[in-house]
Every structure is written in C-alpha cells, then in structure tokens.
C-alpha cells in the first residue's frame, strides 16, 4: 500500500477565499485603496486589485488569478495538516481548503500579501521535494525538522504558515466548534455569569478594595 500523501483538490471557491482573507486580516490592506501590480508569475501578470470596493458578489472576475502550483498546493496540504491534523470530530485543515486560502494570501496584489508571498512560496519549493517524493516517516521527519528549526528563513516560513493556517481554520464554522466559540448565535435568554465566575470576581472585588 502506498504511503504517498492524498492528491489535494480545491475545496473553496473565489468568493469564499476571498471572503476569508478579509475575515483573516487583509481588510486593512484592501481598505486602504492601495493598488499594486505584482511580478510576472509563471508567464502570467498578476493584475491590479480591488482598490476601497471589493466586488464579492462576482468572485469570477477577481482582477488577480491565483498562483500557486498544484505541488505549492499539496505541500500546503501536507503542512496545514501536519499543524492541524483532524482531531476527534474536528475536521484536518486541509479539508476545510485552507491551502486554497493560502493560495489565494500569497496570489493577492497588496502589500501585506507582496510581502509574504516570497516566503511562503520559497518555503513551500524548499520543503516539496521532502514532503511529496519522501515515504511517511521521512515526510514526518523532515516536518518536525522545520517545526525545531532555527534557522531565520525556515523560521520565518514556518511562523508565517502556521499563522495563516491557524487563523484561517479558526474562522471557519468548523472551528468555532473546535473551539466551542458560539457567538452570532441567538438566545432567549442570558443566565449571566456562572456562581465560579462570580465567586472569582468577588475575590478580586475584595482584593482591590471594591
């Protein structure tokens, strides 16, 4: 039986990754109106983006194509899943289609993403050849390594991923529950703080004089 890592197939569409890059932090850099005309990817110009309106409701028409490599993809699989692998009724990173959220960071034409985009994708061709033509325990070997490494640039990389993985994953329905994060939910009613909380906050009360 093959130990080869499973073929990574896109799990999210163009309105929803972008969606989720706001949600993860770049609202900031699309809401400043900054316009930026990335390097030439692959033969293909990254074009201009959204500017101060971002036009989600037609994801087709992003003014930027996407530009990772089905091996940047797999590897970005291979990573997400190796920081969040699936846990109990948790789902793994990469089922949610957090690589196509990585794809979508690091394709995207504003500064922060400009920024990024080198060493996310320098990482992921540094680490592809060890990932994907490595057997499981060689693959698991060579993902530990970078998780202790320290050197700056692998550092760097693994930083940067690991953020961008945990805070996209964490922003997804999937996580909230992970989490046990129930906001955005109505109830009918509030029973207010339970008698440890208030118990707590009597001690500290008394404490502080209050």
């Given at each position: 039986m093959s130990d080869a890592p499973e073929p990574y197939v896109s799990k999210i569409d163009r309105r929803t990754a972008l969606a989720w890059i706001g949600v993860v932090g770049a609202a900031t850099a699309v809401g400043a109106g900054v316009v930026v005309y990335g390097p030439k990817m692959g033969g293909e110009r990254i074009t201009r983006g959204y500017g101060t309106d971002p036009k989600l409701a037609k994801p087709e028409k992003a003014p930027w194509s996407r530009i990772m490599i089905p091996a940047q993809l797999q590897t970005a699989a291979i990573?997400?899943?190796?920081?969040?692998?699936?846990?109990?009724?948790?789902?793994?990173?990469?089922?949610?289609?957090?690589?196509?959220?990585?794809?979508?960071?690091?394709?995207?034409?504003?500064?922060?993403q400009l920024k990024d985009r080198p060493v996310v994708l320098n990482g992921l061709n540094g680490l592809s050849t060890h990932v994907l033509q490595a057997g499981a325990?060689?693959?698991?070997?060579?993902?530990?390594?970078?998780?202790?490494?320290?050197?700056?640039?692998?550092?760097?990389?693994?930083?940067?991923?690991?953020?961008?993985?945990?805070?996209?994953?964490?922003?997804?329905?999937?996580?909230?529950?992970?989490?046990?994060?129930?906001?955005?939910?109505?109830?009918?009613?509030?029973?207010?703080?339970?008698?440890?909380?208030?118990?707590?906050?009597?001690?500290?009360?008394k404490r502080l004089g209050i």
């Open positions: 990573l997400a899943d190796f920081i969040l692998p699936a846990s109990g009724g948790a789902p793994s990173a990469s089922s949610l289609g957090v690589p196509d959220f990585i794809d979508e960071w690091v394709s995207a034409p504003y500064p922060d325990s060689a693959r698991a070997a060579a993902l530990s390594a970078l998780q202790a490494s320290k050197d700056p640039v692998a550092h760097a990389f693994w930083k940067k991923f690991r953020r961008l993985t945990i805070g996209a994953y964490y922003t997804t329905p999937e996580g909230f529950k992970d989490i046990g994060y129930i906001g955005n939910v109505a109830r009918a009613s509030d029973p207010g703080p339970s008698a440890e909380v208030k118990a707590v906050l009597e001690r500290e009360f």
